[in-house]
């Protein structure tokens, strides 16, 4: 076990920190695969983290809690000075863009630009007091592209910096829209440091047109199916937790959301397939995690779906995913 270093460029490994304003640090960090490497890191100052995870799979462990991330996830984290935390980096490389704040500056910046009931808003305010952390989403593809930019940005000196910090404020407004939206503020939130096994891509919306409170059950029927991808529950299983009946859960859910619950954990099941694929996990480890028992029906499922074999996907850049036929 190494302790983590803020600047480190070897073989493989490089981590960039670059301060963008007062209290306010941009921390680059791309790792190549090879083999599990894992770091001690002890908190300077009181923060709190946001990590925008383009290529994930790394495992936390902080004095109480743990959780783990995944390709194309966006956790929240706080931890006051102090604080110590192991983290194990995977085999098949890691490539994330972290924002760091002191509460006081990410409190002031989400009084002027964000939501006053956020999960940023209520973890910035206990920042200095304990250990907590929040799976926030997903990274959507123009998100995507501004993580992909940043870490590997052309530009050099005043240029890049400007570049740098114009990209990771976009990332901020990202989550910040994202937690204004209805039924999305606490999507996928872990504060007691249980993992969730969602897909890798943004979970439509539902129809706004849709009575609040049948949309509100709706949400909450998406939310608990993204949960629970590898083993989903029955349907009346789910009626019973959005708080319907079997028959008006299959009408709404569809109303909703286009399409049936079955053939939503089938388009979640092969979005988050994909974004395995693009981490560099191999066919059948994909296979395991998707839910699938056979690696031979998941290539299939995946084929019917994207129109291509997962070999065709496995470890190519994420704008050349293929368009989704479902």
Sequence with gaps: MRDWSPHRTSEGERVETLVLRDQVTLVLSRFAGGCEREFRFEEPEDMLGIGFHLMGGSRFEFERSRFATKPLEVWAGTAPRGATSVFTLPR?????????????????????????????TRMARSAQE????????????????LV????SSPYTGAARRLFLESCAFGLLASQ????????TQTCGSQANGSRTNGAEASAPQADPRLDGKLRRKMLAARDYL?????????????????????FY??????????????????????????????????????ARAAGYACPRSFAEAFRRHYGVLPSVVLRRPLAETPADRG
Excluded at 106 to 114: A, F, P, V
């Design 226 to 246: 993204d949960g629970n991808l590898q083993d989903p529950p029955t349907i009346a299983t789910l009626a019973r937790i959005a708080g319907t009946n079997e």
């Design 92 to 120: 098949h490389g890691f490539e994330t863009v972290s924002l760091r704040f002191s509460p006081e500056a990410i409190q002031d910046l989400l009084e002027r630009h964000g939501p006053k009931h956020s999960v940023l």
């Design 249 to 286: 859960l299959k009408r709404a859910f569809k109303e909703a959301f286009g399409m049936t619950v079955f053939g939503y954990v089938r388009r979640r099941r092969m979005q988050f397939a994909a974004a395995e694929l693009h981490a560099g996990r191999s066919v059948q480890e994909t």
């Design 148 to 151: 992909e930019a940043m870490l």
């Design 176 to 183: 910040i829209n994202a937690s204004e939206a209805p039924g």
């Design 130 to 145: 304990e250990v907590r952390h929040a799976r926030l989403g997903w990274l959507d593809p123009t998100a995507c592209q």
